[in-house]
């Protein structure tokens, strides 16, 4: 998520607000108003957002940003503002699909995850469920319920299925998971009854082998867990994707997983293979895990064509196409959210950049170095 830091004053407690810039707005409760200087109209907003220090005699809170920051914010946008002048877009207007951290629990801990485990903030949650109940969300805008992992949640999780039900009804949903809650038929049947129309289960799958995908995964039994997860859902006709996320424990064989999941599961609706994000657990276990992807072109060109010809819906994500077979280019997405989406300098070269999905910002310098304009 994008994220400024200011000066604050009057803050409390975690403001949430959608910026405006008309000082009239009808709704001030809900909004955080953003102006170059202080002013008087502020009284009411949720919050201020100004270039010049607030008055001292103001009670409305307030963050004093530079002018750069100040001009980047933009309206209809949803902010946090945290007592520390730290201040988090948390809705982006404008962006296709807009993530929800539900939790920071979960329970695997993957040699390759991007957001560490860590005990469950209760603030989170009802964080997103206020999310929820401020924005207007488009109906081409996306809803990603992500963490941690959001199932463990247990009713708090159903109730901000009910929020997205009652407020935003039309709207994509996707659920990023390690389907092990749905190992459990009661809870899936739960799930089933309680989650929006427009829904999307993005489910992790590391290999085709029970002790390989334990190990990525960190916790035993997690393999049979999620297979039988998939079925549970399968049973009730949900749309299911699986993710690969491709590391040097998986690469050497993505074909077999492929046939794997084209003979296993069927019913799925797509298939992701997946670059790595190099951050949290990532960076921490590089050395074990990082392999350019520039090596396993040819394992990710065979298991794409597996599940293309078997009729399953394949994409590749986070991944430059400089880096994998151009017979599988058209596979290819810009999927890297883009407040993390940048390009290296020597792309600025490349005929094929509009195209292409770049890298992760948050990976630093650990990029293949066959990276290379087209």
């Known amino acids: 998520m994008l994220q400024y830091k200011g000066i604050a004053d009057n803050i409390s407690r975690p403001i949430l607000g959608i910026v405006t810039r008309n000082p009239f707005s009808l709704y001030r409760n809900k909004c955080i108003f953003v102006a170059d200087n202080p002013s008087m109209l502020a009284k009411g907003f949720a919050g201020h957002i100004t270039v010049s220090q607030s008055n001292k005699n103001s009670v409305t809170p307030h963050i004093k940003v530079d ?3 100040a001009s980047v914010l933009v309206d209809g946008d949803c902010l946090l503002l945290d007592k520390d002048g730290l201040i988090t877009v948390v809705w982006e207007k404008s962006a296709v699909m807009n993530p929800l951290l539900i939790t920071e629990m979960c329970d695997c801990h993957c040699r390759m995850c991007p957001q560490p485990p860590k005990a469950h903030d209760s603030n989170l949650t ?3 469920k206020r999310i929820l109940d401020l924005i207007k969300i488009h109906e081409s805008q996306t ?3 992500t963490g941690g992992e959001p199932t463990l949640i247990k009713q708090d999780f159903f109730d901000i299925l009910g929020l997205i039900r009652k407020n935003h009804p039309s709207s994509p949903v996707m659920l990023l998971t390690n389907g092990k809650s749905f190992s459990d038929f ?5 799930f089933v009854s309680n989650r929006p129309r427009n829904f999307l289960s993005c489910i992790s799958l590391h290999s085709d082998v029970d002790e390989e995908h334990d190990r990525i995964a ?3 039994n997690s393999f049979y867990k999620t297979i039988k997860g998939l079925h549970n859902l399968a049973r009730f006709r949900e749309m299911i994707e ?3 996320v491709i590391s040097r424990h998986n690469a050497s064989h993505l074909e077999s997983i492929a046939t794997f999941i084209y003979r296993n599961l069927p019913f799925v609706s797509h298939c992701a293979f997946m670059g790595m994000e190099i951050t949290g657990l990532a960076a921490d276990n590089y050395t074990e895990i990082w392999i350019d992807p520039y090596e396993y072109r040819e394992q990710l060109s065979k298991a794409v064509k597996v599940l293309s010809r078997g009729g399953i819906n394949a994409s590749v994500y986070n991944l430059p196409l400089c880096l994998i077979d151009e017979s599988i280019w058209r596979f290819a997405r810009k999927s890297i959210s883009g407040w993390k989406n940048e390009y290296l300098p020597i792309c600025d070269s490349c005929k094929e950049k509009s195209s292409c999905s770049g890298i992760f910002s948050s990976s630093d310098l650990n990029q293949s ?6």
């Open 218 to 220: 960190g916790v035993k």
């Open 186 to 190: 009661n809870f899936t049947k739960q």
């Open 369 to 374: 170095p066959n990276i290379q304009p087209q």
């Open 126 to 128: 009802e964080i997103c």
């Open 67 to 69: 002018k750069k920051v």
């Open 143 to 145: 809803i990603c319920l």
């Open 242 to 244: 699986i993710r690969v």
